[in-house]
Nanobody, 117 residues
Framework: QVQLVESGGGLVQAGGSLRLSCAASGNTFDINFMGWYRQAPGKQREVVGTISESGRTYYVDSVKGRFTISRDNAKNTVYLQMNSLKPGDTAVYYC???????????WGQGTQVTVSS
């Protein structure tokens, strides 16, 4: 089992920045990669980006150049730095942990990010 606790959401004006954190606990040594997803009202959950054990990152095109995922292995924490935020980034953001061999995916509780125009 893996537990994920997110923090850092809030209300920000367009053009502003926020940093989300996701602290993992439990069987963290089994995690292959972690991700950030978001879900806007009336829309499906979509991937924002992922980071592997080795630190390799992937970003969806809409956030490339604006968002950065990083990790602190000593703290078992993953971060999502969001810059140049747009109203279209408004959503509930979820952290995820993926264990490939076991086919398991764990989710955080979600944190609201609201960008005003």
């Amino acid at each position: 089992q893996v537990q994920l606790v997110e923090s850092g959401g809030g209300l920000v004006q367009a053009g502003g920045s926020l940093r989300l954190s996701c602290a993992a606990s439990g069987n963290t040594f089994d995690i292959n990669f972690m991700g950030w997803y978001r879900q806007a009202p009336g829309k499906q959950r979509e991937v924002v980006g992922t980071i592997s054990e080795s630190g390799r990152t992937y970003y969806v095109d809409s956030v490339k150049g604006r968002f950065t995922i990083s990790r602190d292995n000593a703290k078992n924490t993953v971060y999502l730095q969001m810059n140049s935020l747009k109203p279209g980034d408004t959503a509930v953001y979820y952290c995820s942990a993926h264990i490939i061999l076991k086919g398991e995916v764990y989710w955080g509780q979600g944190t609201q990010v609201t960008v005003s125009s």
